[in-house]
C-alpha cells in the first residue's frame, strides 16, 4: 500500500504563501487514480480542498480557487499544494490523499497556520 508523508507546515501572516508537499513510497503516483488534498479546521469536518487525476485533470474547493494549485512531480513521486494569498480561514491541518482501486490512503496530516 502506497504511504503518504506531508511536509510544508508553517505560520505565515494573511497574504503569504506556504507550499505543501506530499512524498509518496512503495506506489508510483503515476499508478494512483487521485491524489488530493484536504483540510480540517478546529470543529470543523475535513473538506476537499484540491485533487489531481491521473489523467492530469484538477479540481478545486471554490474557496482556494485562483489562490492555490495542486501539481506533482513524477520524477520525485511528490505532488504538490501552492496556497497563495493565504488567509486566516485556511488555518487548518492539510492532509494527502490518494485514491487507487478502491483503495483510500491518507497521510498524517500538517499544520497551517495563516494569522490576521
Known amino acids: 500500500q502506497v504511504q503518504l508523508v506531508e511536509s510544508g507546515r508553517g505560520l505565515v501572516q494573511a497574504g503569504g504563501w506556504l507550499r505543501l508537499s506530499c512524498a509518496a513510497s512503495r506506489r508510483s503516483i503515476r499508478s494512483i487514480n487521485t491524489m488530493a488534498w484536504y483540510r480540517q479546521a478546529p470543529g470543523k469536518q475535513r473538506e476537499l480542498v484540491a485533487e489531481?487525476?491521473?489523467?492530469?485533470?484538477?479540481n478545486y474547493a471554490d474557496s482556494v480557487k485562483g489562490r492555490f494549485t495542486i501539481s506533482r512531480d513524477n520524477a520525485k513521486n511528490t505532488v504538490y499544494l501552492q496556497m497563495n494569498s493565504l488567509k486566516p480561514e485556511d488555518t487548518a491541518v492539510y492532509y494527502c490523499?490518494?485514491?487507487?482501486?478502491?483503495?483510500?490512503?491518507w497521510g498524517q496530516g500538517t499544520q497551517v497556520t495563516v494569522s490576521p
Open positions: 489531481l487525476t491521473s489523467g492530469g485533470s484538477t
Open positions: 490523499k490518494a485514491y487507487y482501486v478502491g483503495n483510500n490512503v
